[in-house]
């Protein structure tokens, strides 16, 4: 059973525009999210937190849904450096390291 | 830079040999994972440690893996007779004594490859 979902894309995108991608979660037990950023064939990088009350840091918004049980990632302004893949992250009691239970992945892709 | 430092970055060994994975934490930090990553997929949590304990090792495969983390030195994660299977890029992170669930400092990965 998945704990963490992504779809894992590629999202396409031109340069300039606005990107969202979300995340289910199923285990409603899960107490704080992330998303982190991994670049090709490197680390991931944590990107941002997500709260309840929403989380905004420049052209990055994370949001969290519990009623429907998802977490978003919206970028505006697109730029050809944000193409990565972006990792849902969700943190839960009783599971292993702290509960962290990593989603496979969206692929963002910014074309000029 | 004091980041999280992993070596070797390139492993290459032949099927049944062993691969031993090093791992420094950040300045500061107790806590060492170590996660795997196949291609297209997620990272795997393997094993949770402190200096000298295991913490949770739920995710180690039951034959072949080790970790340990000695109070001098890096962490280490140990492939016995490593398989074909076994390719992949393998994570260490760290965090600090007082952390945030959540919150982890990735090293640039070990990535072997198993002939």
């Known amino acids: 059973r998945k704990e963490v979902e992504q779809d894992p894309g590629p999202f396409n995108v031109p340069e300039g525009a606005t990107v969202a991608f979300n995340c289910t979660y199923s285990n409603s037990a899960s107490q704080s999210f992330f998303w982190y950023r991994q670049d090709c064939r490197k680390e991931p990088k944590l990107l941002m937190s997500?709260?309840?009350s929403g989380n905004e840091d420049g052209r990055f918004t994370a949001q969290l849904n519990r009623a429907s049980q998802y977490i978003s990632l919206l970028i505006r302004d697109s730029k050809l450096s944000d193409s990565a893949t972006y990792l849902c992250?969700?943190?839960?009691?009783?599971?292993?390291?702290?509960?962290?239970?990593f989603g496979k992945g969206t692929h963002l892709i910014i074309q000029p | 830079n004091a980041g999280v430092m992993q070596n070797p970055r390139h492993l290459v060994r032949r099927r049944g040999q062993e691969a031993r994975l090093r791992c420094s934490p950040m300045k500061g930090h107790s806590h060492v994972y170590w996660y795997r990553q196949l291609p297209e997929e997620g990272l795997k949590f393997m094993v949770y440690?402190?200096?000298?304990?295991?913490?949770?090792e739920s995710g180690m495969p039951k034959e072949r893996f080790s970790a340990e983390f000695p109070k001098e030195g890096p962490s280490i994660l140990r492939i016995q007779q490593v398989v074909r299977g076994d390719s992949a890029a393998y994570f260490c992170a760290s965090s600090p004594l007082e952390r945030i669930p959540g919150e982890l400092f990735f090293g640039e990965g070990s990535r072997l490859t198993v002939l």
């Open positions: 992250v969700g943190v839960y009691s009783g599971g292993g390291a702290d509960g962290l239970t």
């Open positions: 440690l402190q200096k000298e304990n295991i913490i949770d």
């Open positions: 997500v709260y309840s």
